[in-house]
C-alpha cells in the first residue's frame, strides 16, 4: 500500500532535483505554487505531474498538539481505571518528530514496544489564539492522515509521555491537506502489511474538533502549519523493524511508512 492521495482538492510539499515547494494537486497534476499555502497571497507559477516528484509532509509544523485519552473506546482498552469522561490530555511532539509520505520510522534502541496509532491531524491555517468553538473553523487549512507512533513501554515506565511520543520519526503526516471535508464523519484506519489493525470514526471523538482548536488556543498560539493530533481510537498495537504501517482516512488519502531498526 503506497502512500495515495483521495483528496479531490488539496495541498502538498514536494521536492524535485533537490528542490522543494508547496503546491495544489488536482487529478494527478500538481500546480506548483511560489509560497507556502498559509500566505494568502500565493500563487500558482507552473505545473509538474504528481509521477515525476517526491512527496514531502505536506506542512512543517512549529509543534504538534496532540490529545491524548479522545476516545471512549480507546481509554476502555489502555486505561480501564477512569471512568466518566476526562478532560483532554495534551502533549506536545516536536517538530524533529515529523517525516512525510513513505519515509521511514526508525525503531529506537531505547524502546523494546513501539506502537502505531491512526489520528486524524487538523493543519492550521492562521495564527490563532483565544477563539470560541464557533470560530474554529475558520483556523483549518485542511485535514491530513497522522501516526502517532509511541513507545509504549517508556509511556508506561516515565508516567509522563514526553520522550515516548518525540523520537525522530515518530510523526508521520500526510499524505496530503486535504481541503473543504466535513471533519465530523470520517472512516480513520490503520494497516499493518496490508492487514486491517484499527477502525474508527472521527464522529466518536469526546471532544471534537473545533472544540479541540478552541480548548487550545486558550493555552497556546496556534501558528500557521502547526498540528493538533486528534487522538487514536481503540486497537493500537505493535509494528516492528520491517513492517509497513498504513493510515487510511476518508477524503483525505493513505499514508504508508516503513519501520526500520536503528542500524
Ligand atoms: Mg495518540
Not at 496532540?66 to 511532539?93: D, V
Not at 473545533?210 to 502549519?225: A, D, R, V
Request: glycine share 8%; net charge positive; hydrophobic share 40%.
Amino acid at each position: 500500500m503506497k502512500s495515495k492521495i483521495f483528496a479531490q482538492e488539496c495541498f502538498v510539499r514536494f521536492s524535485k532535483n533537490g528542490k522543494s515547494a508547496f503546491g495544489i494537486y488536482r487529478k494527478g497534476l500538481i500546480g506548483i505554487l511560489d509560497k507556502s499555502p498559509f500566505c494568502n497571497d500565493s500563487a500558482v507559477i507552473g505545473e509538474i505531474a504528481l509521477s515525476d516528484v517526491k512527496l514531502l509532509a505536506p506542512a512543517e509544523p512549529s509543534k504538534v498538539v496532540a490529545i491524548g485519552l479522545n476516545y471512549a473506546s480507546h481509554i476502555g482498552e489502555l486505561h480501564p481505571e477512569i471512568t466518566g469522561i476526562p478532560s483532554p490530555k495534551l502533549f506536545i511532539k516536536p517538530s524533529t518528530a515529523i517525516i512525510g509520505p513513505n519515509d521511514k520510522i526508525i525503531y529506537p534502541d531505547m524502546t523494546h514496544h513501539v506502537d502505531y496509532e491512526a489520528e486524524l491531524g487538523v493543519v492550521i491555517g492562521k495564527k490563532t489564539k483565544n477563539i470560541t468553538v464557533q470560530e474554529a473553523k475558520d483556523s483549518v487549512l485542511g485535514y491530513c492522515c497522522l501516526n502517532d507512533v509511541t513507545a509504549r513501554d517508556l509511556q508506561k515506565s516515565d508516567g509522563q509521555w514526553t520522550r515516548a511520543k518525540s523520537f525522530d520519526t515518530f510523526c508521520p503526516i500526510g499524505p496530503a491537506i486535504a481541503r473543504n471535508i466535513d471533519p465530523f464523519d470520517l472512516e480513520i484506519k490503520c494497516f499493518v502489511n496490508g492487514k486491517l489493525r484499527q477502525s474508527g470514526n472521527s464522529s466518536l471523538m469526546i471532544k471534537n474538533v473545533y472544540e479541540l482548536i478552541s480548548f487550545i488556543s486558550n493555552i497556546m498560539t496556534l501558528l500557521p502549519g502547526d498540528i493538533i493530533a486528534t487522538g487514536t481510537p481503540k486497537g493500537v498495537g505493535e509494528i516492528k523493524p520491517r513492517d509497513e504501517v498504513t493510515i487510511k482516512i476518508d477524503k483525505i488519502g493513505e499514508l504508508t511508512n516503513y519501520v526500520v531498526g536503528s542500524r
